[in-house]
């Protein structure tokens, strides 16, 4: 599910699965959702007996498919105990990050990074063409150097912030920075992260509208 009103109609809506499911089973949730919900999620899944394990993913459709996706999951240790040999049948990592609405946390901070990095790779490639270097050999150095990022990569092979949001990225990147800026305590502490992820999504509504120099670094060669 998309968002929380989508995992609560699925789980726990008029024709919701929980109810039918067998006392001492485990949800896994899935959904990038905010902490806060995420909880809530788990206390109602006592009342039916079940326990719940808050598990994002990360990776996208291509790492889906080759079962190489990453999982950050929340929970007591013993559920999460019970379900990491599922959970490492679909991921080549599973990281215990603490209880539950901690998966949640590392995964808004996981795709706050990504929206930061997106802005900053597309300032990166603008003044190597503005200073007469061939982005897609520009590209290949981010790739090996120690600037080396997934957000870069993911610029390189779009091309630029235009095609990266006019594609899912930008959705739900939006709804991710937006519910880190409301899980965390006050805006201080979103640090500079908070504030460049923010302004990486501005740049990417911005890019949507035409108002974005593109780069022609598609084609580069980066693989994820």
């Known amino acids: 599910m998309f968002d929380a009103a989508g995992t609560w109609e699925v789980l726990f809506g008029p024709d ?15 959904s990038t959702i905010a902490p806060d919900e995420v909880r809530a999620l788990a206390d109602e899944a006592v009342k039916h007996g079940l326990h719940l394990l808050d598990a994002p993913v990360s990776g996208g ?17 013993s559920t999460f105990a019970r379900c990491e040999p599922v959970l490492r049948t679909f991921s080549a990592e599973v990281v215990h990050v603490g209880p539950v609405g901690a998966g949640q946390h590392a995964k808004l901070l996981n795709n706050a990074l ?27 150095v ?6 080396r990022s997934f957000g870069a990569e993911m610029y390189a092979r779009a091309g630029g912030l235009a095609s990266v949001a006019r594609s899912q990225a930008r959705p739900t990147l939006g709804k991710d920075v937006g519910l880190l800026a409301g899980s965390i305590g006050s805006e201080g502490d979103g640090g500079v992260l908070l504030p460049a992820a923010r302004a990486a999504i501005a740049r990417l509504d911005a890019a949507a509208d035409g108002q974005e120099v593109t780069s022609a670094a598609a084609g580069s060669g980066l693989r994820s």
């Open 16 to 30: 919701g699965v929980a109810p039918a499911m067998p006392s001492g089973a485990t949800i896994a949730v899935h």
């Open 61 to 77: 459709r291509i790492r889906a498919e080759a079962g190489e996706l990453l999982t950050m999951a929340g929970g007591e240790q």
């Open 114 to 140: 990504l929206a930061a990095h997106l802005a900053l790779a597309a300032d990166a490639f603008r003044i190597a063409e503005l200073q007469g270097l061939d982005p897609a050999a520009f590209g290949k």
């Open 142 to 147: 981010v790739a090996a150097g120690s600037g």
